[in-house]
């Protein structure tokens, strides 16, 4: 079963294996079938993973509930081929993150209304996340011992809803953690960011065990711990992995049986960093922007190849399309990209922080890109060496098609690479 699965590769690389798994944080259809198609063809699980703000009880972002996501994503590996039990379904920050102005007693009763729902959904990796303060909270920090008591209470909504479930096969992992990166990379300019401090994580997690035997859940249920490992991204930046700045964090590691870390933003690292990261314990590596920013860039090279092959008047103007978009609705945007005209321009599209993600569910963005695609049902090889030259290598070989799906799958198939390696999938 999947959640036996992540207990697995926790116990693998506890060992010292090579092997982790990476978990897909993205909603969008062809990011998606592009990892399930990468994942069947190398033959290992894949976590695909909804963050409470895209997918909730109230449909978030995407319109969306727990039950409607899963459908989707089974849907996609049934028509991928994939093996069922190498589907894993993860929340993400699942926790009072989005009612965090309101007071404890209501957010937290939406938190677990969500989790609840993620559960009944068949998610079998839960990401609690309650590190954000709450309206009424005390000035200052939030203290890590209700940070873990908002957890626990989060951890025994799960446990108590699965308990009723019919079935009782697949029970739920959790990952846990007091000091969590927020969802979509950093919002200021970091030159450098510092690994949480050992004594510090030895910390959080005597703390998050005694809150847990209070609330009488099993903390041998939670499978990975969020810390800072040291790395992160935003707009304009990448903060690389550094082993060695990581060493006493990781060797702390060593004195928790049966966790791993869980690293958030790993986005943009290089594949070597990526290997370095699950070799050192941190076994699960989140992945979002980076591969919505890869279906960004494909569908640009398409539009590319489109203004060479197709008259103006019967072009997508998909660029076009999503820059009018973005214009009409700013709220996905406007407060995170700061600097010059030029500057905030530029970063619409090209950010590391992606925010144009958001657009692409939106229907005129979408009748752009359908357009876009039968616009170029086959893409001429000497366009492909052109503006794909990974793909191009691979069509003249035999090993892909060149029609549009195919080559931004596979384009997004060069990012997951690198996350199946460093996981042991080679």
Not at 6 to 17: A, E, P
Not at 338 to 359: A, H, L, N, P, Q
Not at 389 to 399: F, I, T
């Amino acid at each position: 079963m999947s959640s036996d699965i992540l207990k697995k590769i926790v116990d693998k690389n506890r060992s010292g294996q090579q092997t982790g798994l990476y978990s897909v944080c993205s909603a969008n259809e062809i990011v998606l079938r592009a990892a399930i198609r990468h994942a069947v063809m190398r033959k290992y699980p894949l976590v695909i993973e909804s963050t409470s703000n895209q997918v909730n009880q109230d449909g978030g972002y995407t319109g969306m509930r727990p039950h409607e996501f899963a459908a989707q994503a089974r849907k996609i590996a049934a028509e991928e081929n994939m093996a069922q039990e190498n589907l894993i379904l993860g929340g993400d920050h699942l926790g009072p993150l989005i009612w965090q102005k309101e007071p404890e007693e209501t957010a937290m009763k939406n938190a677990m209304e969500m989790v609840r729902s993620y559960t009944l959904a068949g998610f079998t990796k839960i990401h609690i996340d309650t590190s954000m303060k709450l309206a009424g909270d005390p000035p200052g920090p939030l203290e890590i011992n209700v940070c873990a008591r908002r957890g626990a209470v989060l951890a025994k909504a799960v446990y108590e809803c699965f308990a009723g479930m019919s079935d009782q096969t697949r029970r739920p992992a959790l990952v846990i953690g007091s000091e969590v990166p927020i969802p979509g990379g950093s919002r200021e300019h970091e030159d450098s960011v510092t690994p949480t401090k050992a004594e510090d994580f030895l910390e959080q997690v005597r703390i998050f065990k005694d809150e847990f035997g209070k609330a009488g859940v099993n903390f041998n249920d939670a499978a990975a711990f969020v810390v800072q490992p040291g790395l992160e991204f935003g707009d304009d930046f990448i903060c690389h992995y550094d082993s060695q700045k990581a060493a006493e964090l990781t060797e702390a590691l060593k004195s928790t049986p049966g966790l791993v870390f869980e690293g958030h933003s790993t986005d943009y690292q290089m594949p070597e960093k990526l290997s370095e990261m699950v070799r050192d314990g941190v076994a699960i590596l989140k992945v979002g922007p980076a591969l919505t920013f890869s279906l960004r860039e494909g569908l640009f090279l398409l539009e590319a190849a489109e203004e060479i092959l197709v008259p103006s008047s019967l072009r997508s103007k998909f660029k076009t399309t999503l820059l009018e978009e973005m214009e009409k609705s700013k709220q996905y945007w406007e407060k995170y990209y700061s600097g010059s005209k030029v500057e905030v321009e530029y970063k619409k599209f090209y950010s590391y922080s992606d925010r144009c993600r958001y657009y692409f569910p939106l229907n005129n963005v979408q009748d752009a890109m359908q357009t876009l695609f039968r616009n170029l049902p086959e893409v001429p090889a000497a366009l492909l060496s052109q503006f794909f030259p990974l793909q191009y290598c691979k069509y003249m070989e035999g090993k892909l098609i060149n029609d549009p799906i195919s080559l931004i799958c596979d384009r997004i198939g060069d990012i997951c690479n690198g996350y199946a390696v460093a996981c042991g999938f080679n």
